[in-house]
T-cell receptor, first 113, second 111 residues
Framework: EAGVTQSPTHLIKTRGQQATLRCSPI?????VYWYQQALGLGLQFLLW???????NRGNFPPRFSGRQFPNYSSELNVNALELEDSALYLC????????????FGPGTRLTVL | QKEVEQDPGPLSVPEGAIVSLNCTYS??????FMWYRQYSRKGPELLMY????GNKEDGRFTAQVDKSSKYISLFIRDSQPSDSATYLC???????????FGQGTRLTINP
């Protein structure tokens, strides 16, 4: 069974640009979660999508947004990039809506110059 | 004060030693407790999942939860160099959708 996949592996942008990150959940999983892992800050919850709807978001500004597609894959968009947005962005999926057993992908490393 | 506290280490032990990793938390609503292992430049891998208090064993790994003390532990027996990684504790409340993570402990097992 394929795990959670994310693309691209690495992404380099400059300040003010927009970044788009993609995630495909484990087959059969309907919930997708996004986390940011910045150096020294640990993993922080960003967004939760289920059945195509944003269900919850963490303490991040509105320029962090995303969507979930009918096939349950998801996209995270970060607008007006700032230097401090440089981090590893991790996607996780779970079988149950809001289920607690979350399985993570390998992440997308975003570097903002 | 952070909701979940975890000593970032680094922790270095010889091969074969018993490793003890710990987290404390402040939110009494947490019911689900997890340990993830993260190798360098990889995503976190779920190691152990525990609901409420008690112990859970899986091979060389044992997870303990003491809700009265708001304290969770992960023990690794007969540690191997391949266990060298960052270990993250995570927890969530009943019905919550987000996991709250500790900062992670960087562990090195020396051959």
């Amino acid at each position: 069974e394929a795990g959670v996949t994310q693309s691209p592996t690495h992404l380099i942008k400059t300040r003010g640009q927009q970044a788009t990150l993609r995630c495909s959940p484990i087959s059969g999983h309907t919930s997708v979660y996004w986390y940011q892992q910045a150096l020294g800050l640990g993993l922080q919850f960003l967004l939760w999508y289920d059945e195509g709807e944003e269900r919850n978001r963490g303490n991040f500004p509105p320029r962090f947004s995303g969507r979930q597609f009918p096939n349950y894959s998801s996209e995270l968009n970060v607008n007006a990039l700032e230097l401090e947005d440089s981090a590893l962005y991790l996607c996780a999926s779970s079988l149950l809506r809001g289920g607690d057993t979350q399985y993570f992908g390998p992440g997308t490393r975003l570097t903002v110059l | 004060q952070k909701e979940v506290e975890q000593d970032p280490g680094p922790l270095s032990v010889p091969e074969g030693a018993i490793v003890s990793l710990n987290c404390t938390y402040s939110n009494s609503a947490f019911q689900y407790f997890m340990w993830y292992r993260q190798y360098s430049r990889k995503g976190p891998e779920l190691l152990m999942y525990t609901y409420s208090s008690g112990n859970k064993e899986d091979g060389r790994f044992t997870a303990q939860v003491d809700k009265s003390s708001k304290y969770i532990s992960l023990f690794i027996r007969d540690s191997q160099p391949s266990d060298s990684a960052t270990y993250l504790c995570a927890m969530s409340a009943q019905g919550a959708q987000k996991l709250v993570f500790g900062q992670g402990t960087r562990l090195t097992i020396n051959p």
